[in-house]
């Protein structure tokens, strides 16, 4: 379980609401049903880590 | 690489490719002129040359009969013993020049050979001579000391002739198959290098063609909203890669919002 890749989901519902969640899905090419299923990998956080750093600079 | 890339280096393959052509063609070219002219330069013009000569040394003996014929008139005499000397001189210096120049040793001792028995034909044609003036143009006397005395040079020039024109035959038959040869390694390699660049150019486009096929299958089944089982393996560095890497985020994106709309209806 990807505990960590769930956090980055409810993170980005709570600063951007829905459409955060539908950014970070297109932004990180991993819906958040599969990053539930999927390794918390260092790859991984980081692509979500750049992912939210992108939604949060507004691009 | 980028297809871009792919297809900006095959355009500088052909390029490359037909300029290499052309330049392997003009240097053919000059090779096959360079063999042309030292044929024409040589062998044609010695042989020529030895036809000069042959010519040359007919006409002399025909001088000398017209000596024979017409020699008893003072004025006559003079103009064709004068011919005849000309003639005597043009085919010995001619004689001698081609000498020097031919290469086969054969034809170069030939030459010599005849250099000597026209010398000593001309010996004996100037001793007849003063007998014929000596003994009040006496031809038949005359005749009879120089007949057959031609037969010998003549052989042996004819010998010379021969020989120079098999020679030209046998260097243009050679100049042929090297021509034969050098045109048939020129379309062996221009066409393997086009069946090449064919086959290259081939794989590349069936893969741009096999992967753009695949592109538009996963965008038909997301403009459908069908995502159901839909997975994006479309990669790699070029720009249908890039695309297929776009899709995955639309592909992502659809499925975060189908399951947002899925949690909505449950709430």
Redesign the interface.
Known sequence: MAAKLSEFYKQAAQEFG?AG??????????????AANADDSPENIRIFEQALQQLRSGA | MKISSKLILFFCGVVALFVLLAFALLAQTRTVSAGYDALLSQQVRQAEAARVVQVGFKKQVQEWKDILLRGHTPADLARYTGQFHDEETQVRSGATVLAAAVRDPACRELLDQFLVAHRTMGEKYQAAYEAYVGNNFDFKLADRMVRGQDRAPTDLFDQVVRRLNDDVTASVAAQERAVQHARNLALALSGGLLFGLGLVGFVTVSNILRRLGRLKAVSDRLARADIEGLSVDISGPDEIGQFGNSMKGVHAAIEELTRLASDAGHA
């Open positions: 829905l969640r539908i950014k970070l899905a297109m932004l990180t090419k991993i819906s958040s049903e599969k």
